[in-house]
């Protein structure tokens, strides 16, 4: 199970300085957490994943259900055990994957490209490649074919063999462009999983409920509500939140006012460079995004200069490391002339040093802003 | 420049036990030189590279030539500073890749499958893809189909840029299945590239001659005596032996005979794990091989018990380590069950797991070989 202690809420915003307990050890929030989808930071070991400043990882819950299954990484004695990570864990509920799967492959939207659509989804209409019923959702694995269900009863039932320390109620993510009417089912439909996913899970974990609504500020308010008065030990928030990114800090703040102070809140699935700053005034506490292991596995490098495109020929001849100021083992051995050259020769390598560096960089200016609410800064 | 220094002569058979002095540290022989084509060892970084025991890396001077040149290479400050690898490093002279792009592709043979062809290359014959002068060979790049042209005093010059410790004169790698007269003309084009390039070498650098002569026991001895008698600082055996091992043992005692004690001796691309203590026995020094870093690419594991296929399904549910006697830090955390996972599922780090693990197996066999030698025992 986990504890939550708030060391300091700051006068200036909502942001807070925490500490997150765990049986595998202690979080100092605000933090990222990185994703490690298949049990394992894209390019790093488990090492390495620590020595980059990660204090917590976030598995996948639908791909380790597809492969390897639940059943292998609860022989391996648990998560934990098979990476050999032995620090604190969660599990997302394989919602999301869902909505990737459904309308999202409809669409051709994702996190990422969540704009692009402008399709409204009317009440009562289905993605093509899978079936929502109010048991749970019908799908077909993208590895192999096989028809496949998870419900609320089932993505417990996988997350307790996967064993991580926090695991998610399961929910519905629905399509960035739901009607109201579409939105309102879901929400409700959400609700009543979670109750479910509450009944169901172990007591060995902590369980994170979700807070869902999409762009509709009173939809978002009500379900904080519901979510708010239920036994969850924290509470997440999941979903779009509109068009921009000062309506996800409109959306957040609404939502902020309705969640219990004492529990521990993350964000699902987001954390551009640029939103994290006020994602941590917002009073998030923990939030998962794999803006830097992405980008860094397409030659992306984030600095204190701006985001580098480390496969153009012109740093070829640069001898600078990726950042002058970083302190990361990257930036200490290795210069932009190297990076560039393994990228361009497919270098595996390569993407190993990206992402370290990325890591480090995003966990260094959340480190930073971890200051900041303790002098008062922020 | 290098210094090598004999501690012991092994009584029972050519086996020594020496140290190699060059600018960038010593090396203990006998020693295993991994394979670092493109200024890397696949998958690790130089740390890592250093970590699995390794000594002294090879890069590869064709491939550094097409890409990135040795240009970029020369403005980082040569190969040590581009690929923060502070140790010893050598070069080898391209004449083996001109080889694979010749008769190689012609035949669709290489080091792996040389026995696959049985082809006789008589006198005269050109490949389809370049042209073998007495100057040198033309040829088309792999990567953009420009024409290239590397002789002796190119590949000098090549080398001399890169700016390894050890250089290689420049032969020819004639197929495996030349003729006698295709032979005994190529043995003395390389002998003559062999004067040209100690003619136009650097001597902040080593230069290794090489011995060809390929199965045929007159060439490789005239081939042997020839070199022996130049002002190399090194010598280096190349080519093909022949069909079997024991043909390469013979081959190899053959040569060392007419080589000079007191300088150090390279077999080049050879290192089977099964070949590594006639190797040895037969008073080779040191010999670089893709061998376990190439195999770890493909998912096997070298281990005590055999090498396992971490492909294999049944692994998934493997709580041992990849070798139970291995000290590797991948052994120590790491267990079958989860790198078979990462294998399935497509994760790079698990190449990177077992090339290290590989690597070391290597490298402490080879380390147990060297003290079998102290203790008389090889």
């Known amino acids: 199970m986990i504890d939550f202690h708030i060391l300091k809420q700051s006068s200036r915003s909502r942001a807070r300085l925490g500490i997150l307990k765990t049986s595998h050890g202690e979080v100092e929030t605000p933090c990222l957490v990185p994703v490690a989808t298949q049990a394992v930071v894209k390019t790093l070991t488990s090492e390495e994943a620590v020595e980059t400043g990660s204090q917590m990882l976030i598995a996948n819950t639908y791909h380790l259900h597809l492969y390897p299954g ?12 098979f990476m050999h990570w032995r620090r604190p864990l969660m599990t997302d509920s394989g919602g999301f994957q869902v909505f990737s799967l459904g309308f999202g492959k409809d669409l051709a939207v994702n996190k990422i490209t969540h704009t692009k ?3 409204q989804i009317e009440q009562g209409r289905q993605p093509k490649l899978l079936s929502i019923t109010d048991d749970g959702v019908e799908f077909r694995s993208h590895r192999d074919g096989r028809k496949l269900f998870i419900g609320p009863k089932e993505s417990i ?26 939105m309102t089912q879901s929400v409700s439909r959400t609700h009543r999983w979670e109750i479910v996913s509450l009944k169901y899970h172990s007591h060995k974990q902590a369980l994170y409920g979700i807070v869902q609504g999409g762009r509709y500020k009173e939809l978002r308010m009500q379900s904080a509500q519901f979510i708010a008065r239920l036994p969850f030990d924290g509470f ?11 309506a996800m800090t409109r959306m957040l703040n609404v939502v902020m006012r309705e969640l219990p102070d004492e529990k521990p809140r993350h964000l699902l699935g987001v954390g551009h460079l640029e939103d994290i700053e006020s994602i941590i005034k917002s009073g998030i506490d923990t939030f998962d995004c794999t803006v830097p292991t992405h980008y860094a ?21 640069d001898k600078n490391p990726l950042d002058t100021t970083c302190a990361c083992i990257v930036c200490q051995s290795y210069r932009r002339n190297y990076i560039t050259h393994l990228l361009r020769a497919r270098e595996i390598t ?20 971890r200051n900041k609410i303790k002098e008062g800064k922020l």
């Open 70 to 81: 639940e059943a292998i990484v609860k022989r391996a004695g648990g998560i934990h055990e």
């Open 117 to 119: 659509s402008k399709t």
């Open 157 to 182: 039932r996988i997350q307790t063999a996967i064993g991580a320390d926090i695991a998610f109620a399961f929910d519905e993510c629905p399509p960035p462009h739901a009607s109201r009417a579409y």
């Open 236 to 246: 997440s928030i999941g979903g779009e939140f509109g068009d921009n990114k000062s």
């Open 297 to 317: 596995r397409h030659g992306v490098a984030f600095t204190s200069h701006g985001r580098l495109d480390m496969y153009k020929q012109k740093f070829l001849t």
């Open 350 to 369: 390569a993407l190993k040093l990206l992402t370290f560096h990325n890591l480090h960089f995003f966990h260094s200016l959340i480190s930073s802003l």
